[in-house]
């Protein structure tokens, strides 16, 4: 049984290439950015978000003992992602990736916020290169969690489809509260 977090590294896996660069919306305890920076290799670049500094210190020490040196850790609200980001990358980001909620082992009441995260999500969508893939972990099961999923989703139903294509993938779980992975690819 894949885990909708290895399926999330594997859809990226077949789009993003050695050299490009990715980013990681919540950089949490680092394995979505591990995975990214050693997918687009010394060639490329990551940028790897979080509000938290605790967060982007695991993040750190994880990257460290891979030997890793491609990735830019940054201590910033991933709303702002659009304004953070070169504008000469804009439209040039092979992956993006987002895993909502909280971080694992840390604080449970910090969690990401329906507004911003909206916000950061249509910002990351134009990040995108023609062909690139955004993939948003949601977990309906935490407070707060089942209204952000509706938010992701509407948001999803919402985009033009001769722009984007999408898709949900569920657990193997039919519970309401299992976590879901939206997958939103740029049109090429
Ligand atoms: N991708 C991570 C991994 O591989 O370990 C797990 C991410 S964890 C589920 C969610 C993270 O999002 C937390 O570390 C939290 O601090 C971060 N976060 C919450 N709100 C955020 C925001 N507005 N901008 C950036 N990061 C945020």
Redesign the pocket.
């Known amino acids: 049984m894949t885990r909708l977090t290895d399926q999330a590294h594997e859809l990226i896996a077949a789009v993003l290439q050695p050299g490009e660069t990715a980013i ?10 591990f995975f990214l920076c050693q997918t687009v290799g010394p060639a490329g670049h990551v940028f790897a ?4 500094q605790q ?1 982007l210190d695991q993040t750190s020490d994880l990257l460290a003992q891979a030997g890793f040196s491609n990735c830019d850790l940054v201590c ?4 702002q992602l659009a304004e953070i980001i070169p504008m000469s990358l804009h439209q040039r980001i092979g992956a993006i ?1 987002f ?6 082992g ?1 604080d449970h009441s ?4 329906q507004d ?1 995260t909206l916000t ?1 999500v249509k910002a990351a969508s134009k990040l995108l290169r023609p062909g690139g893939i955004l993939t948003i972990m949601t977990y309906p099961g935490h407070p707060g969690g089942a209204a952000e999923t509706t938010a992701v989703s509407e948001w999803i139903n919402g985009l033009e489809e001769n722009l984007f294509k999408t898709e949900i993938c569920f657990s193997l779980s039919d519970s309401i509260r299992a976590p879901r992975l939206f997958v939103l690819r740029k049109q090429e």
């Open positions: 990681d919306a919540t950089a949490g305890n680092g394995h979505d950015t978000f979080d509000i938290q967060a910033h609200d991933h709303s990736m895993n909502l909620g909280y971080l694992p840390g910090i969690i990401t916020q911003s950061a």
